[in-house]
């Protein structure tokens, strides 16, 4: 079974422009999440996507925005990019049960962000 | 809100040696889970081991295992036999039974395997 991939996997964008990374879950799966990762502020959760709606959100601003498709596979968006937006952005699927189920979140490989 | 604290920024071990690595927590929930990531150079991170706070047996995983201590809010992560592979980036993670899949992460312990 292939795993968790994102494109692209590194992206070189300038201050002021707009980004679109995209993520897709291993198949079968229908969480799709995704984390920020700096040097200072460490990792961060952005957001959770399940069966297409926006379940979960972390505390970052507005111009942080993302969505699900029917195929389950994720994209993130980021406008007005500001330098501290540089980062490696990961993404993580899971197959969601009911019940007492630690539901085990496998991540994709990383894009990683430089914004100029 | 819940946090995650990794007070061991390095760590070194010797290869075939046994090394510990610390993480405490802060919670006022009584249902959820932990997880050790392990993130080597190359970026991917994977899941080394994982507890759910209901189960009061430590969890294994081969030469890893957990010593949770709920009472005191920590989630300590041995490597048995350290190998070469076990050098990297080692995350505590937290994540609520309440709160879909939202992991909050600890800072990371940086774990060097001298031969």
Partial sequence: ?116 | AQTVTQSQPEMSVQEAETVTLSCTYDTSESDYYLFWYKQPPSRQMILVIRQEAYKQQNATENRFSVNFQKAAKSFSLKISDSQLGDAAMYFCAYRSALSGNKLVFGAGTILRVKS
């Fill in chain 1, 1 to 116: 079974k292939a795993g968790v991939t994102q494109t692209p996997r590194y992206l070189i964008k300038t201050r002021g422009q707009q980004v679109t990374l995209s993520c897709s879950p291993i198949s079968g799966h229908r969480s799709v999440s995704w984390y920020q990762q700096t040097p200072g502020q460490g990792l961060q959760f952005l957001f959770e996507y399940f069966s297409e709606t926006q379940r979960n959100k972390g505390n970052f601003p507005g111009r942080f925005s993302g969505r699900q498709f029917s195929n389950s596979r994720s994209e993130m968006n980021v406008s007005t990019l500001e330098l501290g937006d540089s980062a490696l952005y990961l993404c993580a699927s899971s197959l969601v049960t009911s019940g007492r189920e630690s539901n085990e979140q496998f991540f994709g490989p990383g894009t990683r962000l430089t914004v100029l």
